[in-house]
């Protein structure tokens, strides 16, 4: 009996093997993403970051200043090809995956007992981008749609406090 099993189930086994040999799966294929439409999505500020606090000073009339080196690249949102990303740098007007580089010196006059403390706030115009393109997985053709968020750095913002020690102590910053 046992054998009768083994050979019916092994029979079984080959029967389907064979048959499946005879059917594939068609292959899904990409078309290329194409452009679709481009809006303002507004603009994003970090929050202010310390980059540097200044020495106090001991008379009125000094100055605290503070030269900066900065590197940015744009960006965007989501993991894109380098087609893809063509197609999105041609219709926004920058590139992706360059460095600018930029500098600047930014100084402040102090009074007697003041310091400075500089931040830095950097700030980017976003771009809402869509881009589709046709996906066939052999039973239907669809169209895929996807939204990309550009994001090209703007000057950073520098903001000074001013900032002295107050009776107690304490830091008071103005």
């Not at 093997?17 to 078309?31: D, F, N």
């Not at 500089?118 to 046709?134: A, G, I």
Request: glycine residues 8%.
């Amino acid at each position: 009996m046992f054998k009768k099993f083994v050979i019916a189930f092994t029979t079984l086994g080959m029967l389907f093997s064979v048959s499946s040999l005879g059917h594939t799966e068609a292959a899904t294929s990409y078309g290329s993403w194409e452009f679709v439409s481009k809006k303002n999505a507004g603009v994003t500020t970090n929050q202010p970051k310390l980059i540097f606090t200044s020495g106090v000073a001991n008379r009125t009339g000094e100055a605290a200043s503070h030269m900066v080196a900065q590197e940015f690249t744009n960006s965007v949102s989501a993991n894109v090809g380098a087609s893809a990303l063509k197609i999105i740098s041609a219709e926004v007007g920058y590139s992706f995956g360059v460095t600018h580089s930029s500098g600047y010196e930014h100084s402040a006059p102090l009074r007697k007992g003041e310091y400075a403390k500089f931040y830095e706030s950097r700030t980017f115009n976003v771009t809402k981008v869509t881009l589709q393109r046709k996906v066939n997985n052999g039973k239907q053709c669809i169209l895929e749609t996807k939204d990309v968020y550009t994001y090209k750095q703007q000057f950073p913002q520098v903001t000074v406090k001013y900032c002295k020690k107050g009776q107690k102590g304490q830091e008071v910053c103005y």
